[in-house]
């Protein structure tokens, strides 16, 4: 296949990746409105169970009270009777949760024992035995409206139990999938770049000759008794299997405790002498180092915390979102900050101090990119502030 065969094709491939990933989110999102929808309506027909339910007690009481016409009581519990049977039949088909199809059982057993009880205590107020109907009535009825009108309150806790925990799992799978993608149309972008054109020959010749660096910069160099080291350019390739073994690597990441040498091998694959994994606190005030690779133990314990508003590009990148670099020079090295982005806002920063420029390679930051969006979905959630700040 062309290069250019080649570029159209993973084009292709990043460009159904995140159409994927969009028609997930989408299609899920729609099932959870659904979802959303049909527990209101539960809930509603559940708050007109119970209404019922007080009222059915209510009117079967009248049987036995003076001066009240019998018929007209007898419809009315009947009536209500129905309605009730009826709304926790609509309710078992508004739910999925087992538990809550459980209680609704429950409680139509409730309403049938109190059918079979009110018969006989039409009988007994036909057969003006009241203080035998009154028994019933003020007794068994009462009991068994309760344990109905309990029932369907613990089907709505149980329905509404369900609905979060299903709420929580879309939510963690849009996430995945949002972060997954991103991963792939990063590395995509990343083999499209262009690889830099290896020099002529002569050019590479002319580039080596000592006569390239001036030798006034030599001399003054030499006065401070410090021997000139030419800066050795970054490499013009990201190897992109590493990366990708990496990242899935990283996905499966079941115990922190191998996260350090899977920090070390982002610090190989990035040309960095150290990385520093900062995770922000709730309140998104300031940036706590949890994992550290390539400083020596006593000054990796005494990082401390970068408050957010402090003057460096860690704080910088916590603040904006975006990747930040420090060039470097005679003195110090060169470093970026990539945020850990995750749907709701950052969560915390990945900071390299790189070696030989690498901070001013775009590949590396490509791949930086792709590494800090994998890291971030094992972070955890945003905090208040970058949920307020991604809100606004």
């Known amino acids: 296949m062309s290069r250019f065969g080649l570029r159209v094709t993973v084009l292709i491939f990043c460009m159904a990746a995140i159409a994927g990933a969009a028609a997930f989110y989408w299609f899920s999102s729609r099932d959870a409105m659904r979802v959303a929808s049909s527990l209101r309506e539960f809930q509603r027909h559940a708050r007109a169970v119970e209404v019922a339910i007080a009222d059915l007690r209510a009117a079967q009481q009248s049987y036995v009270a003076a001066g009240q016409g019998e018929d007209f009581w007898f419809a009315r519990v009947t009536a209500l009777r129905d309605e009730v049977d009826a709304r926790i039949l609509s309710m078992r088909s508004l739910t999925e949760s087992v538990d809550a199809v459980t209680e609704l059982a429950a409680a139509s057993t409730a309403v049938h024992d109190f059918s079979q009880m009110d018969a006989r205590a039409r009988e007994y107020t036909r057969s003006r035995q009241l203080g035998l109907a009154s028994d019933m009535i003020f007794a068994d009825g009462f009991d068994l409206t309760k344990k109905a009108g309990d029932a369907v309150e613990r089907a709505v806790a149980a329905a509404v139990g369900t609905h ?96 350090p040498s899977l920090l070390e091998r982002a610090a190989g694959v990035l040309d960095a002498s150290g990385v520093v994994l900062w995770i922000a606190d709730p309140d998104g005030r300031e940036l706590s180092p949890i994992v550290v690779h390539g400083y020596p133990p006593h000054l990796a314990t005494r990082m401390g915390t970068i408050l957010r508003d402090a003057e460096n590009v860690t704080a910088a990148a916590l603040r904006t979102g975006l990747t930040q670099t420090m060039k470097a020079d005679a003195i110090s090295s060169g470093a970026i900050a990539v945020p850990l982005v995750s749907s709701g806002g950052c969560v915390g920063v990945m900071a390299a101090e790189m070696k030989n420029g690498g901070e001013q390679h775009e590949a590396l930051l490509a791949a930086a990119t792709v590494i800090a969006a994998q890291l971030a979905t094992l972070v955890g959630p945003p905090s208040a502030r970058a949920k307020a700040e991604a809100a606004s």
């Open 164 to 259: 979060d925990a299903g709420m929580t799992g879309v939510r963690r799978q849009q996430e995945l999938t949002l972060a997954s993608a991103g991963g792939l149309a990063a590395l995509g972008l990343i083999l499209l770049v262009p690889g830099a054109r290896r020099p002529e020959p002569e050019a590479a010749a002319d580039s080596l000759a000592p006569s390239a660096a001036p030798a006034s910069m030599l001399s003054d160099l030499n006065d401070f008794g410090v021997v000139a080291k030419p800066i050795e350019p970054a490499p013009s390739r990201v190897d992109l299997e590493q990366v990708a073994t990496l990242c899935a690597d990283l996905a499966r990441l079941a115990d922190t405790r191998t996260l």
